[in-house]
């Protein structure tokens, strides 16, 4: 029981750290994606049930902070926990190279789906040239955290 509360704690103390430098680190004046990183490591650790639960928890927490409407994050979140979990070595041999293109293609993925949420249902937040942009710079960001993020069972 104990063990089971210490993991939330570190968990939680882990999402609020990661708020927290997405907040205050820029490059080219583009916040990271760091809370995707999260979902990914959730999906791929925990399999596609707890990392599609983490990974919504995750982008509500982040739509709530946000100060937008509730959604974008918490389906974009949820995909790239559930997706992420293909890469474990059910669906694919995992090996560095396939970890950094994962991780790159799902905060892609991420950052799409909340920029088309955000203009469909509530307003065209940037221009498309912009927001391709940002969301490459994202993905730029996050690659080379997929080296380190490997799956339980990966040598």
Do not use: T
């Given at each position: 029981m104990i063990y089971i509360l210490m993991i939330y704690i570190l968990w939680t103390a882990?999402?609020?750290l990661t708020f927290l430098i997405q907040g205050k680190v820029s490059l080219f004046?583009?916040?990271?994606?760091?809370t995707?990183?999260?979902?990914?490591?959730?999906?791929i650790?925990?399999?596609?049930?707890k990392g599609m639960f983490f990974g919504s928890l995750i982008g509500i927490l982040e739509d709530s902070l946000s100060g937008?409407?509730?959604g974008p994050n918490l389906l974009s979140k949820g995909l790239v926990g559930y997706l992420s979990s293909f890469m474990s070595g059910s669906f694919f041999r995992w090996t560095p190279l396939l970890g950094t293109i994962g991780i790159s293609v799902l905060t892609l993925i991420d950052s799409t789906v909340v920029f088309l949420s955000r203009s469909i249902f509530d307003g065209m937040p940037v221009s498309i040239g912009a927001a391709a942009f940002i969301v490459a710079i994202q993905s730029l960001i996050n690659a080379p955290l997929g080296i380190f993020i490997k799956p339980k069972d990966a040598k």
């Open positions: 882990i999402i609020l004046d583009i916040s990271p994606n760091f995707s990183v999260l979902a990914y490591y959730a999906g650790r925990k399999g596609e049930i937008a409407f509730l």
